[in-house]
């Protein structure tokens, strides 16, 4: 790891930080398309629904609390709820393998947003060579992502993954 600071280009979206899911989808209309938001039912992933919904699309979040996230859902149109948890790689293989089989539409939009913050430490995954925060947050998105890869396969299709302020200015990488 470097201790230098790091810098980013810009990249002239024309958007910063007070920019909101609404400002990012004005005037653009996405009916007729799919997106999935992993921890779509709270927080930033909450409002990134909110405003995917307005826009006309349809929204599958896949919760580890689907009870939890079909209440916080309920008066939002256009949303699915499906049952996924990240931390278990046979959840996940499920969770794809069942998108891939029984829906016949494309995936136009994943947002990898789920995440943990300041759990305690746990090991998982194979002979729990695995730090929990680190496979939920990293690991499990990148499972996930590439078993709906299939799904993902027009030109226009995105995949957006989110990650908090901690992880850039406390990484190292700034």
Same mark, same amino acid.
């Given at each position: 790891?470097?201790?230098?600071?790091?810098?980013?280009?810009?990249?002239?979206?024309?958007?910063?930080?007070?920019?909101?899911?609404? $400002?990012?989808?004005?005037?653009?209309?996405?009916?007729?398309? =799919?997106?999935?938001?992993?921890?779509?039912?709270?927080?930033?992933? !909450?409002?990134?629904?909110?405003?995917?919904?307005?826009?006309?699309?349809?929204?599958?979040? %896949?919760?580890?609390? %689907?009870?939890?996230?079909?209440?916080? !859902?309920?008066?939002?149109?256009?949303?699915?709820?499906?049952?996924?948890?990240?931390? $278990?790689?046979?959840?996940?293989?499920?969770?794809?393998?069942?998108?891939? =089989?029984? $829906?016949?539409?494309?995936?136009?939009?994943?947002?990898?947003?789920?995440?943990?913050?300041?759990?305690?430490?746990?090991?998982?995954? %194979? $002979?729990?060579?695995?730090?929990?925060?680190?496979?939920?947050?990293?690991?499990?998105?990148?499972?996930? =992502?590439?078993?709906?890869? %299939?799904?993902?396969?027009?030109?226009?299709?995105?995949?957006?993954?989110?990650?908090?302020?901690?992880?850039?200015?406390?990484?190292?990488?700034?």
């Amino acid at each position: 790891m470097t201790t230098a600071r790091q810098q980013q280009d810009k990249l002239g979206s024309g958007f910063d930080a007070s920019s909101t899911a609404d $400002d990012v989808l004005d005037g653009i209309d996405l009916h007729g398309r =799919t997106a999935l938001v992993t921890g779509g039912y709270s927080g930033l992933g !909450l409002e990134i629904t909110r405003a995917l919904s307005r826009a006309g699309a349809h929204v599958i979040v %896949p919760a580890r609390r %689907p009870a939890t996230a079909r209440e916080a !859902l309920r008066d939002i149109p256009g949303v699915e709820v499906r049952a996924l948890d990240l931390a $278990d790689l046979a959840s996940i293989r499920k969770f794809a393998d069942h998108f891939l =089989t029984t $829906d016949d539409r494309k995936l136009d939009i994943l947002i990898n947003n789920a995440g943990v913050m300041a759990c305690p430490e746990t090991r998982m995954g %194979p $002979d729990g060579a695995w730090e929990a925060h680190f496979a939920i947050n990293h690991l499990g998105h990148f499972a996930l =992502t590439n078993r709906l890869a %299939p799904a993902l396969s027009s030109r226009n299709a995105r995949v957006v993954s989110v990650s908090g302020l901690g992880e850039h200015r406390y990484s190292g990488w700034r």
